[in-house]
């Protein structure tokens, strides 16, 4: 068995595809995942699985969430060493507080290359941007966020393409995967 974590990409967002996190567990549980472990109410789910391909997982979470719930919602899941390598990645000083943002933008493998730093409207000087093993890792400084580019995003084709989390939530379940 290994440990992954699915992404749900818009759910519980302004009242919009609202699940609840309990319920989503025991839709992973009764779908054969184990070890299942919910964090926060945006859609992260830790679990064990046999499944040894992505796009098998991805399926069988889409396939549940439209059954149980009604919905289709886009998933992303990374295994524990994604999440441990971003995590060790990026410098611990790149945080969430009141003074900085940091947003882990998971990718859609068809995004998933380093390329994808082109289609970004990173300004220089502003926005500092990592891309990390299908992931892009956007930091500033809260003082300049009306300068950053990183609200440009949304809305385009990339936008639909990805789910962001913020480092100190990528952190929090990198540190849930290894326990």
């Known amino acids: 068995m290994k440990k992954y974590?699915?992404?749900?990409?818009?759910?519980?967002?302004?009242?919009?595809?609202?699940?609840?996190m309990d319920d989503l567990k025991v839709s992973f549980t009764s779908a054969g995942f184990v070890n299942v472990l919910t964090y926060i109410n945006s859609g992260n789910v830790i679990f064990d699985t046999d499944f040894s391909r992505e796009d098998e997982i991805i399926s069988a979470i889409e396939e549940l969430i439209k059954k149980d719930f009604a919905l289709d919602i886009p998933v992303v899941v990374r295994d524990i060493d994604n999440i441990q390598k971003i995590c060790d990645t990026v410098p611990s000083a790149w945080r969430n507080d009141k003074d900085h943002k940091t947003d882990v933008m998971f990718l859609w493998d068809e995004y998933a290359d380093k390329r994808v730093l082109d289609k970004l409207p990173i300004k220089k000087g502003v926005d500092v941007?990592?891309?990390?093993?299908?992931a892009c890792v956007w930091?500033?400084?809260?003082?300049a966020h009306t300068q950053s580019g990183i609200g440009d995003i949304v809305g385009t084709k990339l936008y639909k393409k990805m789910t962001v989390r913020n480092i100190n939530t990528v952190r929090k379940l990198g540190e849930l995967m290894g326990e």
């Open 5 to 20: 974590v699915a992404l749900l990409r818009g759910i519980n967002v302004g009242g919009n595809n609202t699940i609840k």
């Open 139 to 143: 930091h500033l400084d809260k003082s």
């Open 129 to 134: 941007v990592r891309y990390i093993d299908r």
